[in-house]
């Protein structure tokens, strides 16, 4: 499980990286594309995240001062998640197009926090799962934790493009616990 650990730690760094710039203008729009690539490399094709700019700079020269303070601002709320806890599973249920690209039967949930600055509890917000696949490991898809609710939803509809289950459960390691009531009793639970 080091291996996946380094992965997601890995992940997790570059994705703070780029959320960062996504507001930073003194990044130039091709400085930010190298991040952003670099980011959209951790996920397998089939599912991947984009982590487009929000607007391209010469967009924001168009911004009065005022609303270019409250677009700076969120370059002060991005935060690297949290890693709470890896899950080690075998034989997952996955519709038939990620089936196609895996090379394994293992499958590992990384249970994540979320990526700005906020009022609440320190809870789950997103579980990638990584697998071995024929483009190395990847994150092969992800789901949210809506801990209002509190649920798991779907990042997309499209089942062929989904972990429907994870599979049997064979290991855990544990990191950090999370703070918000729900999150902290699955924390606790297995």
Avoid at 118 to 131: E, G, H, K, Q
């Amino acid at each position: 499980m080091e291996e996946i650990k380094n992965f997601i730690t890995a992940f997790i760094q570059d994705e703070f990286t780029c959320n960062k710039a996504n507001y930073d203008f003194s990044i130039s729009d091709e400085e930010y594309e190298k991040m952003r690539l670099k980011v959209t490399a951790y996920f397998h094709t089939v599912n991947a995240d984009e982590y487009w700019r929000g607007l391209e700079g010469e967009d924001v020269q168009e911004l009065d001062h005022t609303m270019k303070e409250v677009y700076f601002q969120n370059v002060k709320s991005a935060i690297p998640r949290s890693l709470f806890q890896i899950k080690q599973y075998k034989n997952p249920k996955v519709g038939e197009g990620l089936a196609r690209w895996l090379t394994s039967d293992a499958l590992f949930a990384c249970y994540t926090s979320y990526t700005e600055t906020n009022d609440l509890p320190l809870d789950y917000s997103t579980v990638f799962y990584v697998a071995s696949t024929n483009e190395g490991f990847k994150i092969i898809y992800k789901i949210r934790y809506e801990s209002d609710v509190p649920e798991w939803r779907h990042s997309h509809n499209l089942k062929i493009n989904q972990v429907a289950n994870p599979g049997k459960f064979i290991a855990v390691e544990k990191y950090q616990a999370p703070q918000e009531v729900n999150s902290l009793a699955d924390y606790n639970a297995g």
